[in-house]
T-cell receptor
Framework: GAGVSQSPRYKVAKRGQDVALRCDPI?????LFWYQQALGQGPEFLTY????????KSGLPSDRFFAERPEGSVSTLKIQRTQQEDSAVYLC????????????FGQGTRLTVV | AQSVTQLDSHVSVSEGTPVLLRCNYS??????LFWYVQHPNKGLQLLLK??????LVKGINGFEAEFKKSETSFHLTKPSAHMSDAAEYFC????????????FGQGTELSVKP
C-alpha cells in the first residue's frame, strides 16, 4: 500500500484480556518500529525489527508485551492479560533500511482497557 | 543519554501571526533533531530535520528551525500561522541521522484562532 497501515484503529479490551495489534509496513521497508503513546504524552519506543529479526526490545514495559514479524513484513504486537495502564495509542513506523533512513508512521491503534 | 524538553504544552496564536514552539535537548552524542506534526486521526508527519549540516533548517509548510548548540535549543518557527497549522507538534532527538530509534518530547498543542 501507499503508507503504513494499522488495524484495528480502535480496540476496547476488558482487563485481563489478550489483544493483538497488526502493522502492515510500506512494501519493501526493511525496518519496523513500535511506539506507545499514552494520553497527553509523546510516543515512547517499544521495539525494533530489521526484517524478521527483533534487534531491540528494550522499550517493552513488561513480559506481557510481545512483538513478532515472522516473515519480515507484517508485524503483530501482542499484549497479554491487559491492564488499565496499557491504555494508549500504539504506533507503528517503517523505514527503508536500518536506523539511518526516515521512518513513516501509521495512524495508530487506540487501545482502551476497561 | 538523550532527552528533549518542550517548554510549552499549549501555544495559541492568531491566524497570520508568527509561531514559536520551543524545544531544548540533551544528548551525550552529536544529535540529530526533528520536528514532527500530528493532526487528529492522522499519522505523525516529519516537518523537518537537523543532521549536522546547516544550522537553519527549512521544512514543509513554511516551518523552519534553528539548531543552537550553545543554548541546546531547536525552536520551531513560522512567520505566519494558518488555520491548518493547528495540531500537536513533537520535538524529537535521535543518535541516528535519519531517525531510527526516536526520543520524543511531550508535545506542544498549537491552536490557531481566526
Amino acid at each position: 500500500g501507499a503508507g503504513v497501515s494499522q488495524s484495528p484503529r480502535y480496540k476496547v479490551a476488558k482487563r485481563g484480556q489478550d489483544v493483538a495489534l497488526r502493522c502492515d509496513p510500506i512494501s519493501g521497508h526493511v525496518s519496523l518500529f513500535w511506539y506507545q503513546q499514552a494520553l497527553g504524552q509523546g510516543p515512547e519506543f517499544l521495539t525494533y525489527f530489521q526484517n524478521e529479526a527483533q534487534l531491540d526490545k528494550s522499550g517493552l514495559p513488561s513480559d506481557r508485551f510481545f512483538a513478532e514479524r515472522p516473515e519480515g513484513s507484517v508485524s503483530t504486537l501482542k499484549i497479554q492479560r491487559t491492564q488499565q495502564e496499557d491504555s494508549a495509542v500504539y504506533l507503528c513506523a517503517s523505514s527503508l533500511e536500518g536506523m539511518n533512513t526516515e521512518a513513516f508512521f501509521g495512524q495508530g491503534t487506540r487501545l482502551t482497557v476497561v | 543519554a538523550q532527552s528533549v524538553t518542550q517548554l510549552d504544552s499549549h501555544v495559541s496564536v492568531s491566524e497570520g501571526t508568527p509561531v514559536l514552539l520551543r524545544c531544548n535537548y540533551s544528548s551525550s552524542y552529536s544529535p540529530s533533531l526533528f520536528w514532527y506534526v500530528q493532526h487528529p486521526n492522522k499519522g505523525l508527519q516529519l516537518l523537518l530535520k537537523y543532521t549536522s549540516a546547516a544550522t537553519l533548517v527549512k521544512g514543509i509548510n513554511g516551518f523552519e528551525a534553528e539548531f543552537k548548540k550553545s543554548e541546546t535549543s531547536f525552536h520551531l518557527t513560522k512567520p505566519s500561522a494558518h488555520m491548518s497549522d493547528a495540531a500537536e507538534y513533537f520535538c524529537v532527538v535521535s543518535r541516528y541521522n535519519q531517525g531510527g530509534k526516536l526520543i520524543f518530547g511531550q508535545g506542544t498543542e498549537l491552536s490557531v484562532k481566526p
